[in-house]
C-alpha cells in the first residue's frame, strides 16, 4: 500500500455487506452512501440440473459444459489455442450484441498483479475491436466497493493523501451512484488509483462501441486500485439487478435483453466477504437474463488458479460462481500476461450466440 495512506479496517465493511445497494433514480448530486435494498436474491441456486452439496456448492446450470467452454478437468483452456476471428456476419442468437462487464477487485493485494492488469486493459480493448468489430458492444466495470475512495482521506484529506495524488479537491462531487454498490465506476480514488473521474460521454456509467478513447477510458475505469474490497459476488449481483439497470437506475441501459453477457472477474482473494452463495449470485444474474444460463458467458482471473483447480475448488467462491455457467474458463492471476487468456474466453462468445435466443 502506498505511503500516507491509511489502510480500512475489515470491521468497516461489516454492517455494509448487509445491504445490497441499488439505484432508484440516478441523483444528480450528494455524497452520502445511500442504500435502497437487498438485491441479491436468496432462492436457491439457479437452474434444476442439479442440487447444491457440500460446502459451497457443485455446479448447477454448468454441470454440464460446452466443448468450447470451461469446467472440465483436461487442462486449461490456453492449451486449445484461439481463434483468429470471429465468423463475419452477427449470430442471429445474440443479435449481434454484447454486454461486457468486468468486476475487479479493489483490495491492498491486489498490488501484487497491478503490473499485469495495466498491461492487460488494452489488450482487452484490442481483442473487443478486433473479434467484434461488427458487434454492438457496452463495457462496464464494477468493483468489489460498497464505499468509494479510501475512507481515511475522504474524512480528512490531509498532506499525506495529495502527495499520493489523492483527489482532495473532487470530493465533494461524488454522487450517490459513484458510492453504490454494483454501480459503475467512472471515478477511481485511493492508492494505485486512477483518482480521475473517466470522461464518459453522455453521463453514462459504461462504454459503448464508437466512444472516443475507448483504450484509455477503459484503463481510467478499470485502474480500481488497491484500497478498497473484494466483494466481487456481492457487486456483482448488485450490478445485474433491475433497479440498476432500469430508469433512472446507476446503469441505466447498460444491461440489454437481447445481448449476450461475458463477464470477466479479476481478484488474487476468494471473496470471503460478500454475504449470500455462489449459488445467490448466480440466479440474480439469471433472473436479469431471463433464466437463459445460454446468454451469459464467465471468465476468471484468479489467485493460483488453474482450470482443473478452479473447476473443483470449495474455497474459492468466484470460481464457484462462474462455474454455475455452462460456458466459463478461468487462468492465474498471475500469469505474466492476461492477453491470451482474455483472447481463448471470448472464443465461447461465438457458440454461445448461436445458443442463445433472447426473449
Partial sequence: MAQGMRPRTRPGIALALLLLCACGARPEGGSGFETSGVVVPSTGEPGSSTSSGGEGGEDSVGASHASSGGGSSTGPLLDVGSKNDLEPSQPAGCKGKIDFLFVISGITFMSDIQAQLLDAFPKFIDTIQGKFADFDYHIMVVDGDPFWGQLGCNEDCDDKCKAVGYPCDAIDTITACDQTWGGGVVFNAGSLAANKRCDIPDGRRYLIKGDPALKETFACMAQVGESGYDALGAAFAA?????????????????????????????????????????????????????????????????????????????????????????????????????PGFEVATDMIEEACADFIPQ
Avoid at 446503469?251 to 471473496?271: C, I, K, M, Q, Y
Avoid at 454455475?324 to 500476461?337: H, K, T, V
Wanted: with cysteine; hydrophobic share 40%; charged share 20%.
Fill in 239 to 339: 450490478a445485474m439487478s433491475p433497479e440498476m439497470n432500469g430508469p433512472g437506475g446507476c446503469n441505466e441501459g447498460f444491461l440489454r435483453d437481447d445481448a449476450l453477457l461475458f463477464v470477466t472477474f479479476v481478484s488474487v482473494t476468494p471473496d470471503d466477504d460478500s454475504p449470500g452463495t455462489p449459488q445467490d449470485w448466480a440466479a440474480a444474474a439469471l433472473a436479469a437474463k431471463h433464466d437463459d444460463p445460454d446468454a451469459i458467458v464467465m471468465f476468471g482471473i484468479l489467485f493460483q488458479n488453474t482450470q482443473e483447480w478452479c473447476a473443483t475448488s470449495k474455497n474459492n467462491r468466484v470460481c464457484q460462481l462462474i462455474r454455475q455457467f455452462p460456458r466459463w474458463s478461468s487462468i492465474d492471476c498471475f500469469e505474466p500476461d492476461y492477453g
